[in-house]
Nanobody, 120 residues
Framework: QVQLVESGGGLVQAGGSLRLSCAASGRTFSAYAMGWFRQAPGKEREFVTAISPSGANTIYADSVKGRFTISRDNAKNMVYLQMNSLKPEDTAVYYC?????????????WGQGTQVTVSS
């Protein structure tokens, strides 16, 4: 069982940046794809981005394309989400998970989440 721990969330003004981190346990981290989702109050969890095991392939939600960048460091068992030009509508709890695709059923081993709040 892989354990995932997110960090790096916080309060930022609109237009600002944050970098989220996701630390994964286990020796086979480099063998699986990873993704980020987010969930705002009263809304369903939505896909943000995902990265292939090697990092060669990435996919993004249209709402974050050009502003967010996912990356990974397999030597450190880490996945990152660089968020630039943040908007109030990016406010949500952000989760990392193991899997690939644009929907939650394709993922497992969810982290506990980290809160991101963007003020206007």
């Amino acid at each position: 069982q892989v354990q995932l721990v997110e960090s790096g969330g916080g309060l930022v003004q609109a237009g600002g940046s944050l970098r989220l981190s996701c630390a994964a346990s286990g020796r086979t981290f480099s063998a699986y794809a990873m993704g980020w989702f987010r969930q705002a109050p009263g809304k369903e969890r939505e896909f943000v981005t995902a990265i292939s095991p090697s990092g060669a392939n990435t996919i993004y939600a249209d709402s974050v394309k050009g502003r967010f960048t996912i990356s990974r460091d397999n030597a450190k068992n880490m996945v990152y989400l660089q968020m630039n030009s943040l908007k109030p509508e990016d406010t949500a709890v952000y989760y990392c998970a193991r899997g690939w695709g644009r929907a939650t059923p394709y993922y497992n081993n969810w982290g506990q989440g980290t809160q991101v709040t963007v003020s206007s």
